[in-house]
């Protein structure tokens, strides 16, 4: 039985220019309602082009397939089929770690996906090219992705081919996002309506070798778990530089997924055994022994991350800062500290880490997820939006102020940026942290966030009916005010 994808799958992402170089030339105008720019991307049953939207003026990139490579009907419906699937999963998953699908079409009998455009390189092109990036912030991107997995999970999709190709990294922003769901399975059938759950051939083992759980290469049911091992396997290979599964040819490469164990990663230069241990557990070949879910082995790259930190600032966050005002201050601001003893308020200052940042530094990035909420302990910050290189500055906060506390419930991505408006020191308290070490004051804060975000969705739902009504009143006013008009013309 020899594993295999189903068609070969295209990835919405820059070529680099040796790429580009071998691409064909013959490319159209325009796609549907887009004006092709160049092709970017060449395969054997597909093309992905950037284009244009003139309508929303954004960049694209539009994927296409290739019918006429199609032998006959049934395999064409076949392809079809498989390629439509990866629209109709990621066309599902609204996520800023998942590359989005905006559209969907057919031109010239061929149908064709809109896609983000993408700016950057995947992780593959990152190990080739060694590029030089912290130990540190990989484990960081790599529980970002862990995160995204979580969310994608939970609504019933397991992606079945998560490697270095497919997660690719934004050059502005260094973010990850998860591409190319062309063999994703759906769990949930229900959540999704008519979609159809299993696009794979018989006799076929979707996936890619030295990437596939040790279960997927059996062909046994899967399930999330699968996709833990897989992105354990990616772990291992960026943060050494090496896989840890090899084989001279196919039947070796998935012997070796099967029965091999990796050479432990302390052996590379920079990598401690925490590290080690991490990796490892979610490379068990028994899946019954990996983490359970992806958000656990984002909560443990979180702890891991966080304990660094702790180092690197001394182990303690003993700094002088007048408690009491800080305390008062935040009790006044934040009604989801209101009830929060000096006790409690001190509990979560020993919980945090203390951070400095220097003007112009990142303290939150929009779109970043992560487990952080940071109260401002001296200097000040201004909150932006960031669209196509332009900054929409929203506020600016000082000494006693918290931001990111939103994500905290959610780990979802940040909806703006935060930045040091001079230097500023600041508690950044993470939530992963907090929920491991003292769960009964985690529950408590997850209670007045909640309560806090509820009273602010029914003040816009109350503002939403206001302005529903006033313009209802001034319809019926209006129209009064035309029948007038119209009865006093006919009298005329």
């Not at 020899?2 to 013959?26: C, M």
């Not at 051939?201 to 996709?227: K, V």
């Not at 050494?240 to 090899?246: D, T």
Request: some cysteine.
């Amino acid at each position: 039985m020899r594993p295999s994808g189903i068609y070969p799958k295209l990835t919405a992402r820059n070529f680099s220019q040796e790429q580009t170089d071998t691409v064909s030339t013959e490319i159209p105008k325009t796609i549907g309602r887009y004006r092709v720019v160049r092709q970017i991307g060449l395969g054997a049953m597909g093309e992905v082009y950037l284009a244009l939207d003139e309508l929303i003026h954004r960049k694209v990139a539009v994927k296409c397939m290739r019918v006429d490579r199609c032998k006959n009907e049934q395999k064409r419906q076949k392809a079809m089929e498989s390629f439509l699937h990866e629209a109709r999963i990621a066309g599902n998953l609204d996520h800023s770690h998942i590359a989005a699908v905006y559209d969907i079409g057919v031109q010239d009998n061929a149908p064709y996906i809109v896609m983000e455009y993408i700016e950057g390189g995947n992780i593959k092109e990152l190990i080739r090219g060694k590029a030089p990036f912290p130990i540190e912030e990989k484990l960081s991107l790599i529980a970002m992705v862990a995160r995204a997995l979580h969310f994608a999970h939970k609504r019933g999709i397991l992606h079945r081919d998560i490697k270095p190709a497919n997660i690719m990294i934004l050059k502005q922003s260094r973010l990850p996002k998860i591409t190319d769901f062309g063999i994703a399975r759906v769990l949930d059938t229900a959540s999704f309506g008519n979609i159809e759950g299993n696009i794979d051939e018989a006799g076929l083992i979707p996936g890619t070798p030295l990437y596939m759980s040790p279960e997927q290469i059996r062909g046994e049911e899967l399930d999330t778990r699968s996709d833990i091992f897989s992105l354990g396997v990616l772990a291992y290979e960026w943060l050494s530089g090496e896989k840890p599964f090899a084989g001279q040819d196919l039947n070796g490469r998935l012997q070796s997924v099967l029965t091999d164990t990796p050479k432990p990663l302390t052996d590379f230069p920079g990598i401690d055994p925490e590290i080690n241990s991490i990796v490892m557990r979610a490379l068990a070949k028994p899946k019954g022994e990996r983490y359970q879910s992806a958000d656990e082995f984002g909560d443990t790259l979180e702890l891991y991350l966080n304990s660094m930190e702790k180092k690197k600032s001394g182990e303690k966050t003993s700094f002088s800062f007048d408690k009491k005002e800080i305390v008062e201050r935040l009790r006044q601001r934040y009604p989801f500290f209101a009830d929060f003893s000096e006790e409690e308020l001190y509990e979560l200052f020993r919980a945090s880490c203390k951070e400095e940042f220097a003007m112009g530094d990142y303290l939150l990035r929009e779109g970043a997820s992560g487990a952080k909420m940071y109260i401002i302990i001296s200097g000040a910050v201004i909150v932006l939006t960031e669209t196509e290189g332009k900054r929409v500055e929203l506020e600016t906060l000082r000494d006693g102020s918290c931001v990111g506390e939103m994500s905290m419930i959610d780990h979802m991505p940040r909806s703006a940026s935060v930045v040091a408006f001079k230097k500023t020191v600041a508690l950044a308290l993470n939530e992963t942290v907090l929920r491991h070490n003292n769960p009964k004051l985690c529950l408590k804060l997850y209670r007045n966030l909640a309560t806090t975000l509820s009273e602010r969705l029914r003040a816009s739902e109350a503002k939403y009916l206001t302005l529903l009504a006033t313009h209802h009143a001034w319809g019926k006013e209006w129209r009064g005010v035309n029948r007038a008009g119209v009865e006093a013309r006919q009298n005329d």
